[in-house]
C-alpha cells in the first residue's frame, strides 16, 4: 500500500510529494525544496523512515516545482524523468528563477523521458502517467487506480485550475486535459494538487468554478 507524505516548499507554497510502500522504496515528485532547511526536511524523512529513494518524478518542469532537481539528484544519484515537451522549462530553469529573483544552478537533465500510457514502478507499486497539457507543454498526472489516487500537478486544484497565462499555456487544452483524462476517474478518487489540499474528482465536478461542464 501507498503511502504520501506531502511536503510544502518554497515561496509559491509548492507541493512536494514522497510515495512509498512497504518495500520502502520510494519516488518523490516535483521537488520543490530551495532553501537548506528544506532539503534538510525532506532528507530527514528518508533517512528517518529508511526509505530508499528510487525515482525523481515530474509532473511539470516550472520552476516552483523544479528548485530541489539539483538536490536530489545529487544526493540520490538519480536523473530526473519528465515528459520531453516539458524539457525546455527545465534546461531553462535558472534563467526563469532569476526572473522571480532566485539563484539556482543549471539543472541536471534526464536521459530518458516517459509518455502517456506509460507506468512508473517502485517496489510492489505503480503509478500509470497520463498526458495532460494546457497549463504547460510537458504536463501530466500521476495515478494510482488500487487507492484511487491522483497527483494532479498544477492541472487541477481544488475549487481552481491550473494558469494558462504562462508561456505554453492554453485554457481549451486545459479544458479537454480535465474533461478527458482526470473526470473520467471515479468520483471518490482523491486528487493531490501542486499547490494547496486536497480535493476530489466529484467535487471538482459539481463545485469548481473554472470547469466548462
Do not use: W
Not at 530541489?68 to 522549462?89: C, D, M, R, S, V
Amino acid at each position: 500500500m501507498i503511502s504520501i507524505e506531502k511536503f510544502v516548499f518554497n515561496a509559491f507554497g509548492e507541493n512536494t510529494y514522497l510515495l512509498f510502500d512497504e518495500t520502502k522504496e520510494a519516488v518523490i515528485i516535483d521537488p520543490g525544496c530551495l532553501e537548506k532547511h528544506e532539503e534538510n526536511e525532506i532528507a530527514n524523512f528518508i533517512d528517518t523512515n529508511n526509505l530508499k529513494l528510487v525515482r525523481l518524478l515530474y509532473t511539470h518542469c516550472h520552476v516552483d516545482h523544479i528548485f530541489g532537481n539539483n538536490f536530489i539528484a545529487e544526493t540520490y544519484n538519480l536523473k530526473p524523468e519528465i515528459h520531453k515537451a516539458g524539457l525546455p522549462f527545465l534546461v531553462n530553469g535558472h534563467k526563469h528563477a532569476k526572473m522571480y529573483g532566485f539563484e539556482i544552478e543549471k539543472a541536471i537533465l534526464p536521459e530518458s523521458f516517459f509518455d502517456d500510457g506509460d507506468k512508473v514502478k517502485f517496489g510492489n507499486s505503480e503509478l500509470h502517467i497520463v498526458y495532460t497539457p494546457g497549463h504547460a507543454d510537458g504536463s501530466v498526472c500521476f495515478i494510482n487506480y488500487p487507492q484511487k489516487f491522483v497527483i494532479t500537478g498544477d492541472v487541477l486544484f481544488k475549487d481552481s485550475i491550473g494558469r494558462t497565462d504562462f508561456p505554453t499555456g492554453d485554457f481549451d487544452v486545459l479544458m479537454r486535459s480535465i474533461h478527458e483524462k482526470l473526470f473520467t476517474l471515479d468520483d471518490d478518487f482523491t486528487a493531490y494538487c501542486g499547490h494547496g489540499p486536497e480535493t476530489s474528482i466529484g467535487y471538482e465536478k459539481v463545485n469548481n468554478p473554472f470547469i466548462r461542464l
